[in-house]
């Protein structure tokens, strides 16, 4: 079933099955495979990426740039936040979709509202990846997070992992629980009562059956974690700056602090890191963060491709 | 005559000879034919395109890079229109002109200022095509205007239009009466007192025997034209928003206007839109506006390859 | 030795042997043949450059991409210098050089604080190459300025060579100033005295046994040198805007003064110009400044080229 995702959007992981997962997997394995042995792609010959960020972001966007054009295909870009006319209202959104359609193969779109993916969609014709929108969703990030744990641990059923840091805010953290919880994890929310995982993931999450331990105290579930997923207090998502100063160090993973949890354990980093992680982990062979980082081409290949039916 | 066009500028739309815009329309009407049957350009191979645009774009921008890499060719871009060092005065742009020309076959600029075009061109040894500069010209978006009246009506003389909104500040309405001009038609120009087309443009047209009413009320205009060109009142055009807010809703198009308008009648917009087309006139046959941008892709290209002599 | 280069950052032009020097300069000339015969190259074929500009720049980050592309690389860019999210510390340079490292052959990067190019090399494994830090380094700058005289004059050794401008804060001089040093040329460094060379350059070529001649008077420098370096006095680099506007206008070269020069002068200048050099002087024949800006090409290319190893 190669185009089984030919033709679709990705704007929430919710919208993926799980053989749809499986095979974005699959494929940016098989990209992956080609890019170590030096091998080259040309299935995106001819074909054009717009790539619209009105929001900041590098590793994103530079991540799918890449992966268009290493397969050869073109990739036109967005990037001026601020002095952008497409910045303001959905329905300009609707017709920039539209627009884009006429020219270009497919879209990754990053906003600062939620909901902004969607309305781009509507007026495409061409498949639309939501780059992240807001403190809503970012699929593509839980994507190569599932990638990087099935890489780092060896499967994905029957592990235990922590999510730490703002889980209110941090659209990475939703994106991933809701794809994760699809193969049965037993969870830990590790963060501080103000920024605790929306109720409305949690609740879906036991609904499904899975078991979710929610805390303030990292200590425990480091202890008994598989992978444990470090995310920065994101500034920006903040509007009293003192309560950020508060928060933002609340988890901190040092060398001493690896010496406490599981022997062997996965330590993720959507990156870029504030002082969340000493730089004195990055020698540690449990720190998977930059290999995570450099899982992102692969996927985005297989994103691509699969949705342009280019696989 | 193949090269007609090639080393030249384009600037204003009234460079631009009758034979010399036909030869644009007839080798985009090749390359669309090209484009629709899946074929592949190489002509622009190992050449470079600059696109140059310090004020907000994207339609624009992004249909002229797609033209070029479709043609085998490469881009490089400035758009980081507040911290560039290129935005300031004209003495900067002759020698950014100059200094281009060591590395670009062409150059395509948006500015604020009326005549940064000009200045640039002076500069350049290459080829300069204006993409917009402040109310003055943007003569490719006239281009794609008429390209898509003629492919919309089957024909460009004989013709009743009538350009609605503000008319004195639109650059698009300017380049596009001009150009029109020299087909013959009938002009309808529908704007509020304070926003009427410009007198020496309705001047000109006069002098040449063109017939042009000019009126605030869009009714009469409707019901007897072949076209209908809206625009957008444009915000930054304005030093007084109380102005803006009063006038930017004078006309808008909705489904019980579009009863009232000569039958078949086709709604044009340079787009976005911001409310003077409703979303539910799009499913009308004559609502021409997005295959008027999608047509900005064969026109651009077109332009590329005849000022460069690779067509 | 053609792989001398590969593998190396060019942080600073202090890092580059004379050797290194002669190899990069050498490959340049041969890359600029073969442009000018129209020729074309796919050393870099698959390969990908990122550009990252944190500071306003257009020559120098174009010149890189369009080196990039000419060779048939790709290039992924950032130049949203205020709402990046890479734009605030050292540590996050250091992920940053880390995350690139995982698509990108190799790194250009502008930012305004010194320091910051060498921590994107300490975090990147691929090459990293100093596009201008602060009032610090820009070697580029300087290889295509040597590379300009040696063109120009014919020679590089036993020349006199004058400075002119922004001594204290101009990156460009700083870099050139170290490395023309490798040639044993007689300096003239005249500027107004709050904005003389920094003492440790100074120090550092006398000790070499360079000839420097520091002074406010432009007179005898320009009837003794065989090349005149100008630069602009930048405006961001002043804390207080009338110092900077008293100071501007101190060194202006037109024709009459063209005429008290040494016969047969160069006029160099980095470009862009603000009021240095009177729009008359570019006809005079040793003016050379945008022949100097097209030599930006080549020396990019050989740069690239050498430290990927694909020369």
Known sequence: MPTALYGKDILHVKDLKLEQVSLILE??????SVLAQGGSLTNMTGQVLATLFFEPSTQT???????MLKMGGHVVSVTDAKTSNLDVKGEKLYDTGRMISAYASLAVIRHRAEGSAQELAEGASVPVVNGGDGAGQHPTQALMDVFTIKKERGRLNNLTITLVG???NGRTVHSLSWLLGKYGPRFYFVSPPELKMPAEITASLLEDGIEVFETADISEAAAKSDVL???RVQKER???IEEYERLKDAYVVNAGFIRKCKHGITIMHPLPRLGEIAREVDAYEGAAYFRQTANGLPVRMAVIALLTGRE
């Open 27 to 32: 494929t940016a394995g098989r990209y992956e």
């Open 61 to 67: 966007r530079l991540t799918f740039e890449t992966a």
């Open 166 to 168: 703002d889980l209110k």
């Open 229 to 231: 997923y470090m995310t």
């Open 238 to 240: 903040f509007a009293d």
